[in-house]
């Protein structure tokens, strides 16, 4: 036995056909020609409300399109333009209705560019009322509350299986949990909750075989989901793996350093007044062996209260190489009314990164400024010393990805409440 | 608001009819009869159906022992976007189920259809289906006190065969037509007060419960939501471009 799947019958109001894809489904049918809402249980049709949209909208989906979403065939059937209004600005989004004789109605929704697909639940989910921001949970996922809204419908299109009016009005509280969101309708006859799913608009153009491109979606919608935040999360995970790699690198590096020591003078002193001219000298030769490695010069001067200041070349005796660079030593201490205070060391450590193998002296031009008239000090040079500073630059670096895409997921998030009744005080989108 | 067979009445009507299987019970067996109104053979689906409805003349007609006694007539139902259809088989909590009849219920902002199913273990339930959205319910096996129809209100809750259950909606509906076989032999037409119940603002469930006032003393009925896919149905009504 087959059953037409369409009833035609005309409008009371200007005569145009009207048809019925629901049948009995129905309960009210928009006249496509004049607007006006008809009782569609009455045989004749009767009038429930004649024009009233103050502003004509048209779908993005035509009515009667089939599409198959997620493997269901469905046929669009309804469609109404809804809206909240805040500050004296209304936001309209679109809402179809979809049918399929077998599966019954869903929805789609779409704001700005945003999609969701909308099935009615059967039963209420669970709500905590605890704390500041309420929640409900479905299937053990918490939903938190978004947005407590009237919404008011605006213009309608099409049937629907309930008495559809422009000026309808509903209470409205959605919770998200991206890409998810359950959305609870209250008017004084029904409570209804419906689960919505975020869909990106490409796929709903190609389930209806609609033409061109869809508009691309503004801003961040209430259940988005957030591409950044999953992103975040593996990345800061893999940065500990690195953590963990150069904590291993730096550990063999200071087991396997050899910090040979291939010079060393015996306490100096030199007359710290004195011209730098004539208080400069060359150190004996000394070998460096092994391969290429990096090579520190470390000065150690028993300042008091001054500074040291160590001019140096380290030449190549074979080749003239000359590696010039200059160190400062300094160290005030003192007591004030905070205690005991110190500023400086007495030690420097200059690290030359790639020093070859080969003969090498040292020419050493000091001059200080210490109170006292001698100055002790002493010059080590080791070779194939641990340093920690390429590591460091190195773990820096690495942090810079996931930092940026923290930052960016922190960005979205806040983008998303910015729109909610948690918006940042100053916005003044609490209009709980 | 006129005439409607009183959902309740027809579901008590049937408990009786169960009560009469597990006791004793005088079978009506045969599986054809004639119609006293237009003369048409009337196969029967349910041997033991107490009252059909012919599907040619629309006569209501009740058993009498081996004769078919017609008693009112059906106007034609209004038609319908239901896969279901007389005669649809399915399976549900394994045992196998055949519909063979249907109520048509009617209120001021919707219907739905209760369809009427025997199953092969000589069991019944009703398959409700509502804007496309079904279920399968049973009378309450456990007999407690229901509260009377003007007591009722949204929000409380009640325990019903182990679950708790809260009161969703109350909906004041009619008969608006019945067709097939049913388990009971006389409908009351007034309007009559049904509860929606749901599990208590917990929506990891998908049981729920009604109580049906529409004969005198309340009935509750305990069931759970279903997808047509759950039913493995066969012989779904064919519907022309699906």
Known sequence: ?432 | MTGTVIPSAARSAESRDLHLRHGERVDVTARTADCPNCGATIEFRWSSAVQTVCPYCKAVLVRRDLDLEKVGMVSDLPPTSSPIQLGTEGRWQEDGFVVVGRIVYRYDRGGWNEWYLRTMRGGSAWLSDAQGDLAISAPATSGIALPAANALQVGQSYAIDDTLFRVASLTRARYAGIEGELPFESWNRDEALFADLDTDGNGDTLRFATIDYSDGSPVAYVGTYVELDQLAARNLRRIEGW
């Open chain 1, 1 to 432: 036995m087959s059953a037409p799947t369409v009833t035609s019958l005309s409008c009371p109001q200007c005569g145009a056909a009207i048809e019925l894809r629901t049948l009995d489904q129905a309960l009210s049918v928009v006249c496509s020609s004049c607007g006006s809402i008809l009782d569609a249980r009455d045989p004749n049709l009767h009038v429930l409300q004649e024009f009233q949209a103050r502003q004509k909208f048209t779908p993005q989906i035509p009515l009667g399109t089939r599409g198959t979403l997620k493997g269901e065939k469905w046929e669009v059937v309804g469609y109404q333009v809804r809206g909240i209004t805040v500050d004296g600005t209304t936001y309209y989004w679109d809402e179809y209705l979809l049918f399929n004789p077998y599966k019954g109605f869903r929805y789609l929704t779409q704001y700005d560019g945003h999609w969701n697909d909308v099935q009615v639940l059967k039963a209420a989910p669970a709500e905590q009322m605890t704390g500041r921001q309420p929640y409900v949970t479905l299937h053990d996922e918490k939903f938190k509350h978004f947005q407590t809204a009237t919404a008011e419908t605006y213009f309608v299109l099409g049937e629907f299986p309930w008495q559809v009016r422009v000026g309808d009005t509903a209470v409205t509280r959605d919770f998200v949990a991206p890409p998810r969101m359950l959305s609870e309708e209250q008017t004084p006859e029904e409570t209804t909750w419906s689960l919505g799913t975020y869909m990106p608009a490409a796929q709903i153009w190609t389930a209806f075989g609609l033409p061109g491109k869809p508009p691309h979606a503004r801003g961040v919608y209430a259940n988005q989901p957030d591409a950044y935040m999953p992103l975040a999360g593996s990345m800061a995970k893999r940065y500990l793996l690195f953590v963990a790699v150069i904590a291993a690198l730096i550990l063999i590096r200071l087991v396997t350093a050899s910090r040979e020591t291939v010079f060393a003078t015996n306490s100096a002193f030199f007359k710290p007044g004195a011209p730098a001219d004539s208080l400069a000298f060359v150190t004996p030769t000394f070998t460096v062996s092994g391969r290429t490695a990096n090579l520190e010069v470390t000065t150690e001067a028993q300042v008091d209260n001054g500074w040291a200041y160590f001019e140096y070349a380290l030449v190549n005796e074979a080749t003239g190489t000359t590696y010039e660079f200059g160190r400062e030593v300094s160290y005030y201490y003192g007591r004030d009314s905070d205690g005991a205070w110190s500023e400086g060391s007495r030690r420097d450590r200059a690290v030359l990164p790639s020093v070859p193998p080969g003969q090498y002296f040292l020419r050493v031009a000091p001059e200080a400024q210490v109170p006292t008239s001698f100055l002790e000090y002493r010059i080590i040079v080791r070779r194939d010393v641990p340093t920690l500073t390429p590591y460091l630059i190195c773990l820096a670096l690495l942090a810079l990805p996931p930092i940026f895409v923290a930052l960016r997921a922190w960005g979205m998030e806040s983008a998303r409440w910015k729109e909610s009744d948690y918006a940042p005080s100053g916005d003044d989108d609490d209009d709980e």
